[in-house]
């Protein structure tokens, strides 16, 4: 089965920063290319970031030079550092892992930008 565990969520006041990680079980890690997606109430879900299996990664245009995704294969995780928040980042944050025609999500951390 599947798993896709999200953490490190929560409130952080604008200019903060906060790292989630994503821990996978139930899939060959090192092959799988990762993402993380968001959704603020009442949005579409909007992607974040992603990291291909051979570590190529791309951004999002509003989160380009303030956040990171990096991956510890190692550890079958995933990681977003994110930096200089601001309140437009409060949103659900989603893990994503996609192999072909396979794809899998987590359930979700909730990341609220507020002073």
């Known amino acids: 089965q599947v798993q896709l565990v999200e953490s490190g969520g929560g409130l952080v006041q604008p200019g903060g920063s906060l790292r989630l990680s994503c821990a996978a079980s139930g899939i060959i890690f090192s092959i799988y290319d990762m993402g993380w997606y968001r959704q603020a109430p009442g949005k579409q879900r909007e992607l974040v970031a992603t990291?291909?299996?051979?570590?190529?990664?791309t951004y999002g245009h509003s989160v380009e030079g303030r956040f990171t995704i990096s991956r510890d294969n190692a550890k079958n995780t995933v990681y977003l550092q994110m930096n200089s928040l601001k309140p437009e980042d409060t949103a659900v944050y989603y893990c994503?892992?996609?192999?072909?025609?396979?794809?899998?999500w987590g359930q979700g951390t909730q990341v609220t930008v507020s002073s």
């Open positions: 994503y892992a996609h192999k072909r025609i396979a794809g899998y």
């Open positions: 990291i291909t299996s051979g570590g190529t990664t």
